[in-house]
């Protein structure tokens, strides 16, 4: 079956300071791996994804997130965090398999529960 | 430009009452998804339709949840004889096409149902 964990409910950090959100992830086939971030009262907001090629992917907002194929792992990294970074992250995978063939497109998305985080000034 | 939008922003119903949540797309969108958020949860699927047609609905929990598309534009997700464990926030998303994971979706802010 198809899974993601998110295994800190919340994460903190101090301004300023790197922030790791961490993810793993168990899928059928070759993982698409996507990292979004919601606001309070706001829609999800996508950050950054992981299809194919250099393990190390850049996104919005200064973040990163690293794919390591061997540790089932997509951790969410952010040199030097802002207050403003200060929301709920969610990790979501998807894979081949779960491709409707009706469309040929990827269509589900299965995210992890979340991780909150706080960044203090 | 718009983004994805849905209406009602918050819906109060009582147990056993209907309810229709609607979702308007990015333009030009072809891909619809409905997700379902629990209260400390991640996102879950219902439904995915590309076009008018529900390419996927595995995710809808009962046959008490339906989901239409007819123009392949706004869609309507409808629950009858609503319970109190319907109570979320159903998301609504979209992408450009059916083209991979090329394509990232995009949310709208979602409904928040409260059935008491």
């Known amino acids: 079956a198809q899974s993601v964990a998110q295994p800190e409910d919340q994460v903190n950090v101090a301004e300023g300071n790197p922030l790791t959100v961490k993810c793993t992830y168990s899928v059928s086939g070759n993982p698409y791996l996507f990292w979004y971030v919601q606001y309070p009262n706001r829609g999800l907001q996508f950050l950054l994804k992981y299809i194919t090629g250099d393990n190390l992917v850049k996104g919005s907002y200064g973040f990163e997130a690293e794919f390591n194929k061997s540790q089932t792992s997509f951790h969410l990294k952010k040199p030097s965090a802002l207050v403003s970074d200060s929301a709920l992250y969610f990790c979501a995978v998807t894979s081949p398999l779960l491709l409707s063939s009706f469309s040929g497109g990827y269509n589900k998305l299965i995210f992890g529960a979340g991780t909150r985080l706080a960044v203090h000034p | 430009g718009a983004g994805v939008s849905q209406t009602p922003s918050n819906k109060v119903t009582e147990k056993g009452k209907y309810v229709e949540l609607r979702c308007d797309p990015i333009s030009g969108h072809t891909a619809l998804y409905w997700y379902r958020q629990s209260l400390g949860q991640g996102p879950e699927f219902l439904i995915y339709?590309?076009?008018?047609?529900?390419?996927?609905d595995s995710g809808l929990p009962n046959d008490r949840f339906f989901a239409v598309r007819p123009e392949g534009s706004v869609s309507t997700l409808k629950i009858q004889r609503t319970e109190r464990g319907d109570s979320a926030v159903y998301l609504c998303a979209s992408s450009p096409e059916a083209g991979g994971p090329l394509f990232e979706q995009y949310f709208g802010p979602g409904t928040r149902l409260t059935v008491t």
């Open positions: 339709f590309q076009g008018t047609g529900a390419a996927d």
